[in-house]
């Protein structure tokens, strides 16, 4: 599966964005999905997740009550609604899919076979 990225872009503290990644192949509805991000001079890391069915989701305690994570199967894509955003939010936004398991859902990056591009979100203060 391909996986593509957008949505990224220069927003202000408090402020909001919706990142989508869309995907091809018809088993989409199949794939447990993340997203991740990369600041520059750090490492990558976990932002949010859920499994196959979407019911089931699990969040990195930085981005709880503010991030959505969240899928629609007719159109193949995965959101992430970013609400009350923050300067340390700043980051390449990375979207991930990997064939799920009934509840499980995948925090570790090398557990995800495929990786969109990424799409840079900068939140200035």
């Known amino acids: 599966v391909q996986l593509q990225a957008s949505g990224g872009g220069l927003v202000q503290a408090g402020g909001s964005l919706r990142l989508s990644c869309e995907a091809s192949g018809r088993t989409f509805s199949s794939y447990a999905l993340g997203w991740f991000r990369q600041a520059p001079g750090k490492e990558r890391e976990f932002v949010a997740c859920?499994?196959?069915?979407?019911?089931?989701?699990y969040y990195a305690d930085s981005v709880k009550d503010r991030f959505t994570i969240s899928r629609d199967n007719a159109k193949n894509t995965l959101y992430l609604q970013m609400n009350s955003l923050k300067p340390e939010d700043t980051a390449v936004y990375y979207c991930?899919?990997?064939?799920?398991?009934?509840?499980?859902?995948?925090?570790?990056?090398?557990?995800?076979?495929?990786w969109g591009q990424g799409t840079l979100v900068t939140v200035s203060s």
């Open positions: 991930a899919a990997r064939v799920g398991y009934g509840d499980s859902y995948y925090l570790v990056a090398d557990e995800y076979a495929f």
């Open positions: 859920m499994n196959w069915s979407g019911g089931r989701t």
